[in-house]
């Protein structure tokens, strides 16, 4: 039986009588690739807030990485990475700089900080630029950084909120090679994303409505049991019944 690391029961999260999350029930495999798919509005970002241990859900159950979400989250929190598209490093730091930052923060020793961002840097083939502030560095280089940095205290599951968001198409694949690879040594991937061809890159995707799932399977059988083509065709069946805007 595959190891489940993210479990959701009727996890539901109100705020008076509006339900931006509304009895949503998954459970992700460990080093699955998750796609988690909606509008705005759709409650996919108050999920995930809930799923880092950054919010408390207003009832039903729910386990990350074995901890509880409710009374956990410190402990869910060291055991995850997260990324987003908006800020995952310092760009007035030093590529070394942020790496050893985020590597201290995560707890991960000093030695092991030294020895992991010697093959961290040969690996992104970033070494003559270690020096350089972040800031200085084309998007693309910056994506890969940031990523690499999120898993760098080897998470059992690292959450990525629209990570290749105006990144070009050539940099977009050479991240998911990124991702698979994360994968492949048994990091899961939680990642929610605006390009429905990356959808097509997950092993299953779960796409929300109004707070609530409105589908959740593997690319293949989701465009079957759509009749469509691609899942840019999928989700503009499930988006135009949203009747709400803004998460």
């Not at 694949?173 to 990642?191: K, P, S």
Request: include cysteine.
């Amino acid at each position: 039986m595959e190891e489940k690391v993210i479990i959701c029961k009727d996890l539901t999260k109100r705020f008076g009588e509006f339900y931006a999350v509304n009895k949503i029930s998954f459970e992700v495999n460990k080093g699955e690739i998750f796609g988690f798919l909606g509008a705005n509005g759709a409650g996919k970002t108050t999920a995930m807030r809930i799923l880092c241990g950054l919010s408390h859900p207003s009832s039903g159950e729910a386990t990350v990485a074995g901890f509880n979400v409710y009374k956990q989250q410190e402990s869910i929190k060291k055991n995850i990475g997260y990324m987003s598209q908006k800020f995952s490093l310092y760009e007035n730091l030093t590529v070394l700089e942020n790496i050893e930052f985020f590597g201290g923060v995560y707890g991960v020793p000093a030695a092991e900080i030294k020895k992991r961002t010697t093959q961290l840097l040969e690996q992104l083939g970033l070494t003559a630029e270690a020096k350089k502030f972040v800031g200085a560095l084309p998007l693309g280089w910056k994506q890969k950084l940031a990523f690499s940095v999120a898993i760098f205290h080897r998470p059992k599951i690292v959450f990525l909120d629209e990570p290749t968001g105006g990144v070009d198409p050539v940099t977009r694949r050479q991240f998911w090679d990124m991702i698979y690879a994360a994968a492949a040594a048994g990091i899961t991937i939680f990642v929610t994303t605006h390009y429905m061809d990356e959808a097509e890159y997950c092993n299953r995707v779960t796409i929300m409505v109004d707070g609530k799932v409105e589908a959740l399977d593997t690319p293949a059988n989701l465009k079957t049991q759509f009749s469509a083509d691609n899942m840019d065709q999928v989700f503009y069946q499930l988006a135009r019944r949203a009747q709400r805007s803004g998460d």
